[in-house]
């Protein structure tokens, strides 16, 4: 880590009569100074960085000290050179910025596996996220991310496999081949999954052998795959034995009236975060695991922040370098304490409470009412204890082999 940093670093002496309030202000705005000698009373030999180097200079002019020079890393000195001779310096700039332009554009994207019509769409969904040949990636794109990404946005899509070399990407996919419907289904029935009071019946196959507003308790037979049931006594009676069994395969919805008991917690006055809109920004180049500030970094001045990071990473002649430019966005961040009335809160957790419910009973349930059984206030939360009735779907299809 030390020798990352010595080749950025200036080393100088410094000497006057106000050296000590110059330590205490280079202190208190957390200006970087290192290895700290006192040579004399009023005269001390220490180091910096290469990017603090220059408000250093300017406090030490505002401060009436003496500033000298006496190491400079090699870095430095090359590119102090460097900008002597400005011709050379734009060729170099100019060069470098060539080739990481050249390295860092898309030069071919080839997809196989696929139809004419999908490799359509799937170089649609390319485009959208920026993929495409000539493209500039100022982020390089992870295969994991794209794969994901194509899998979710084409469902038609079985398999697919993203190869990245350099700046050429690969994709081999494969499209699902539509199952045909089994023909053969095995017979089954019906049954209740819970207690309640039947609604409603939607039959598509099968027999009936409940009616609407009959009770009916976990495990009973609602729908009924053994069509010899359709047949009336007097037929059963004379020739049960003699016809072959007949069974189908029981299917349909039963929509029964059920209930739920629920525990609901609120708080009557709950904190929120939230984001003022103000921030701070500091830009770093890392080099290796040296994080290295570019230019004057300001200091935050909010008591609470959420930060954000973005890396853009240096490719160059198809080759990922230990360098990263890292965006650093610092925003500020305010608690805010919700004053809400005890009623409000009640029914925002009942509300929660019936939307998280339904949303675990499905879309084909229906929530009728609700009553609240007991409440109470205990340290600032609500707490409820709620009845709800409930028409869901109670039928599950069951084969009968399971039965026997």
Not at 58 to 71: D, G, P, W
Not at 381 to 401: C, M, R, S
Request: proline share 3%; charged share 25%.
């Amino acid at each position: 880590m030390l020798g990352m940093h010595s080749l950025f670093t200036v080393t100088f002496h410094l000497k006057g009569s106000q050296l000590l309030t110059f330590i205490r202000y280079c202190k208190r705005e957390q200006l970087l100074l290192m290895n700290i000698t006192f040579i004399e009373r009023h005269e001390i030999k220490a180091t910096t960085t290469l990017l603090g180097y220059r408000e250093i200079q300017r406090l030490a002019a505002q401060f009436n000290l003496e500033m000298t020079i006496v190491n400079q890393s090699a870095l430095l000195h090359f590119f102090n050179i460097l900008f002597n001779r400005k011709e050379k310096l734009l060729a170099f700039v100019t060069s470098l910025l060539f080739l990481l332009y050249l390295s860092n554009i898309v030069w071919n994207v080839s997809i196989t596996g696929v139809t004419t019509t999908l490799e359509r769409e799937i170089n649609s969904e390319l485009n959208e996220m920026g993929l495409f040949r000539g493209a500039l990636l100022m982020k390089q794109l992870n295969a994991d991310e794209l794969e994901q990404y194509l899998l979710q946005s084409l469902p038609q899509l079985l398999y697919i496999n993203v190869k990245k070399r350099g700046t050429i990407y690969t994709i081999d996919a494969k499209e699902k081949i539509k199952e045909r419907p089994n023909e053969k289904q095995v017979p089954a029935n019906v049954i209740a999954t819970k207690h309640g009071m039947i609604e409603k019946m939607l039959v598509k196959e099968g027999v009936p052998v409940v009616q609407v507003y009959d009770v009916v308790r976990k495990g009973d037979l609602l729908i009924s795959g053994d069509l010899h049931l359709l047949r009336d006594d007097q037929e059963r009676q004379e020739d049960d034995e003699q016809l072959p069994a007949k069974l189908t395969n029981a299917d349909g919805k039963v929509f029964a009236n059920t209930w739920y008991q629920l525990e609901v917690t609120a708080n009557v006055q709950p904190m929120r975060e939230q984001l003022i809109g103000d921030y701070v920004t500091h830009y770093y180049l890392q080099v290796y695991n040296v994080r290295i500030p570019l230019f004057n970094l300001q200091r935050i001045p909010y008591d609470h922040t959420f930060i954000t990071y973005e890396d853009f990473p240096v490719t160059l002649f198809n080759k990922k370098w230990p360098i990263t430019f890292i965006h650093k966005k610092i925003y500020d961040k305010e608690i805010v304490a919700i004053k809400m009335a005890e009623e409000e809160s009640k029914k925002r957790a009942i509300q929660f409470a019936l939307t998280d419910l339904k949303h675990k009973l499905g879309i084909d349930a229906e929530i009728k009412k609700y009553f609240i059984l007991q409440e109470s206030v205990d340290n600032g939360k609500v707490k409820l204890k709620l009845y709800v009735t409930v028409i869901e779907n109670i039928g599950k299809q069951v084969p009968l082999a399971v039965l026997e």
